[in-house]
């Protein structure tokens, strides 16, 4: 079975991901932009003791174990943040498991920032799955917990469910079309934010974004469900209608999607941003049923292949930005092969 990132969804057309992310913190300890001399480490022991415990074929795995590159291709799957995998805090570690659908980051703003993810839009099982995990280590160890407030977090906006839902959305036509200011807009009024594709301060790559909800605290997580689903529902029918009204011009339109796909297929070098942009065109005429020479697996394979870290994994050496804008081209060339 290959791993959820290289799988087809619900409303995969649009969606390209969920996640769902639970912000926990043990009672013990100070939070970790607070703690005390050998905390990290205490935190640490803790949660590699108690690991067998938790099942779901979880690993543990220290991050001063795990190679550079390895930490930017799991950075550019999503499972772990740009800040977590880069800076140089001693004491962290994530627990994985083999589908990489489960990854649970120790010591990064909290001890704990467990995540469940999924391709396509998928809710309600994520939940279910994420709640599992958190009845189960609540039961080996001591959250730090208030009556009044809910979950205590390092940062204020967590505090309460400590819930995230994170949608990741592909969103060409309405950036085409001159929609997606309003739309982005629109969503921020709805106590939603729209972000690009690693999260906060980040800008959107390829048209993709990323939805999530901005509060937790007052919220139940059945509310903060809703409330995504009913907002990327919205998001959903809004890029369909603007992709509709594409197809209204269909020679531009072909001749958009087709020239991106000739330049993917046929270049000898490509920089990562290039190579993100065209895809973007290239999954929107796949989607439409233009691009009849591709399908939806080969483009998530070529999406993720092609980012610097996991296109120095698929090639099994360490290459230079140069070096890397040339191997994308022949990594893109033997997927459209297989």
Known sequence: MSNWYLQNGKDSDVVISSRVRLAR??????????????????????????????????????????????????MEKHLISPDFAMNSKPNKAILINDDE???????????????????????????????????????LVNYACSEKFGYLTACPTNVGT???????????????TGNITKVLRAVNNFGMNIRGIY????????DVYQIFNSQSLGLSEKEIMKNVKTITDKIIEQERLARKYLTKKPIELED????????????????SDECRQLLSDVKLGTDLGIITELDDSKVKKIELYTK???????DGSQLNAFDRDIKRCEVIKKILAQ
């Not at 990290?40 to 108690?50: A, G, H, N, P």
């Not at 400590?162 to 036509?173: D, G, K, N, T, Y």
């Not at 999260?199 to 390829?206: D, F, N, P, R």
């Not at 796909?261 to 490509?270: M, S, T």
Request: net charge negative; with cysteine; glycine share 8%.
């Open 256 to 271: 958009r999607v087709y020239r991106a796909y000739g330049i993917l297929a046929n270049a000898k070098i490509l920089t």
């Open 199 to 206: 999260g906060e301060g980040t800008e959107s790559k390829g």
């Open 308 to 314: 610097p870290g996991n296109l120095q994994k698929f």
């Open 101 to 139: 659908n489960i990854c649970i980051m120790i010591n990064e703003e909290d001890h704990l920032r467990m995540q469940v993810f999924s391709a396509g839009l998928e809710l309600e099982n994520l939940v279910g799955l994420i709640n599992e995990i958190d009845d189960k280590l609540s039961g």
């Open 25 to 74: 913190n043990l009672l013990e300890y100070n939070f970790p932009n607070k703690f005390l001399k050998d905390e990290s480490k205490s935190v640490l022991d803790k949660i590699e003791e108690i690991t067998p415990s938790l099942g779901y074929g979880l690993k543990f795995l220290k991050l001063d174990n795990i190679d550079d590159i390895t930490k930017i291709s799991l």
């Open 162 to 176: 400590a819930m995230r839902i994170s949608i990741m959305v592909h969103l060409p036509a309405l950036t085409l």
